[in-house]
């Protein structure tokens, strides 16, 4: 087995950059949306609900919405396009949106890169990320309060540390499964 070409390792990093404003955008989201609703707010707690039993104290649970109204929310529609975004990279990462922006309009006008990262950890880390992020939207699906903000949040982070400070928390993850002979295995000399 032939190692890949290298690629450019600022192009992961300009793609962690728009991903991780994609990512606050979403945790903003799902703040404020179903996964973390209640039923009542300072002195609105003591008005009845028009459609509900008003209970002092009680929380409007995330499974009493409808499966269509937690898909509706604009939180899930939000981190829906970071997963699928993510999904892109992973499938198909020379046609992914934001290594295709950096190689056709950033990559030109930066001097040549000292030198070339290896593809696999970084395409790796998109998997971590559609993982992590998928798990949140399938829990908010089912119902989990705050499963959306705290996938969202997690993924935030990874995304955050690699485009501010160039630590790539999944390629990390790579390098610690690849030393204990899990993943990139070369295969046996004939």
Known sequence: ???????????????????????LLALLLSLVGLSTAQASFGWFAYQPLADATFVPGAVLTLPAASLVQRALDPGFLALLVVALLFLWGVLSPR?????????????????????????????????????????????HLAGVPWALPIAAAAAFIAAFLNAAFAFCLGCQIYLLLQRAGILGRTAPAA
């Open 95 to 139: 046609t992914a949106p934001w290594g295709a922006i950096f190689r056709r309009f950033i990559r030109p006008r930066l001097a040549a890169p000292t030198e070339l990262e290896d593809p696999r950890p970084p395409r790796f880390a998109q998997g971590v990320g559609l993982i992590v992020v998928s798990i949140g939207l399938v829990l």
């Open 1 to 23: 087995m032939t190692t890949p070409a290298g690629i450019d390792p600022r192009g992961p990093r300009f793609a962690a950059a728009i991903t991780s404003a994609q990512l």
